[in-house]
């Protein structure tokens, strides 16, 4: 059932938190030096963490979310694909080579995790990154495109991805209809007064993709973002 909360709460930004200690390993692999970047950005989120954390004993939400950590960082790094970077929370921040690589692991992503208790929403940018030091000589990455994987994912429902226009562009090209469909939603905001996003959603030929996203629809000229 598609979660109809408007998601007010979102910030600007993305609170860091849980490294992941090999993903930093793998970005430097990515990206030798740090400066500006190409990257695709992805930022998954556990949907309904806090009402489903309160159902159950501390431990075994713990234990519940560990297994959806294990199974969707071997996803992602998947074939040197990508690399986790951060946990956010009840989330995890991957970094792509290209968008179609990112598109791909996020619908494998959501394909592992129809088998799981938990649900997950997805959203993905693309786009130049800043590549640096965050904490002592360790490498993080920021910038708007992060930002905006932040609020692509929020607008996604549970189950679902959103991406950007340049991700669709992007990735479209590459991907056949039989592995990946697309979904035009146009423009929307998380919060009334933001730049809005035009999103498009990828799905797998046998999922319905969402009626509408979570957010404020935006009416008129079409953006780049």
Not at 27 to 53: K, Q, R
Not at 128 to 142: I, L
């Amino acid at each position: 059932m598609q979660d109809t909360e408007r998601p007010d709460d979102v910030a600007d930004g993305i609170s860091l938190k849980r490294l992941t200690a090999r993903g930093r390993q793998e970005l430097a692999a990515f990206v030798p030096d740090a400066g500006p970047a190409m990257l695709a950005i992805l930022l998954s989120d556990i949907a309904g963490s806090t009402v489903v954390a309160g159902t159950m004993p501390g431990d075994e939400y713990d234990a519940l979310r560990d297994s959806h950590d294990k199974l969707l960082i071997e996803i992602i790094e998947s074939r040197g694909a990508g690399a986790a970077l951060k946990h956010t929370g009840d989330g995890i921040l991957a970094v792509f080579r290209t968008s179609t690589m990112a598109v791909r692991h996020a619908l494998g992503m959501q394909r592992a995790m129809r088998g799981h208790d938990l649900d997950i929403r997805i959203g993905i940018s693309v786009g130049e990154v800043r590549v640096k030091a965050s904490v002592g000589t360790e490498t993080d990455v920021f910038g708007h495109n992060v930002n905006w994987a932040a609020r692509a994912e929020a607008l996604a429902h549970p189950g679902h991805i959103c991406v950007t226009r340049g991700v669709h562009r992007d990735a479209s090209q590459y991907l056949p209809r039989s592995e990946c469909l697309w979904k035009d939603h146009g423009e929307h905001v998380v919060k009334q007064g933001e730049e809005p996003l035009y999103i498009w959603e990828p799905h797998e030929p046998d999922v319905e993709p969402m009626d509408c996203l979570r957010g404020h629809r935006v009416e008129g000229g079409r953006r780049d973002i």
